[in-house]
């Protein structure tokens, strides 16, 4: 499966007439094998052990067109360093500040919240590139039953 999945990004990007390089192959490959919410450093360290002549720029310019062609994105989980997923965009972060599960929601739960900024002030968001911080259902619960203990 994973080798279709990279078979289908690596068609994709030659379908738009981009060069498939040995490199960019790599950090394909790399990508489907590390899931979903990878650090481009992370990233590159897995690379690294592999294959220590490939930069971390290689890294930072093939995520970037990945994210030009839609087939990947970046999103900001709370504090730290932005985090990379292949796939569709349409979906909203959850990210739990004190265990830091991250969960993905439809993106339409905040359509009326979207609509409304954009009639009041112009303004149209991009949910893909954040995350909405709170406490996770297992947190709040954890939480409830250290207030009756």
Known sequence: MAGDRTASILQHLKDRGIRITVDRRLVVEAMVR?????????????????????????????LELLEDTGLAYHVHLGHGPARWHLGDPSHLHLAC?????????????????????????????????????????????????NQVT
């Open 34 to 62: 590390a899931g979903d919410h990878v650090t481009a450093e992370e990233l590159s360290e897995m690379l690294h052990l592999a294959h220590p002549d490939l930069h971390a720029a290689t890294v930072y310019r093939t």
């Open 97 to 145: 500040e004190r265990c830091g599960e991250v969960e993905e929601v439809d993106d339409n739960l905040l359509e009326t919240v979207k609509s409304q900024l954009l009639a009041a002030t112009g303004f149209k968001i991009d949910t893909h590139h954040f995350a909405l911080v709170g406490r996770c259902s297992r947190c709040l619960a954890q939480e409830q039953l």
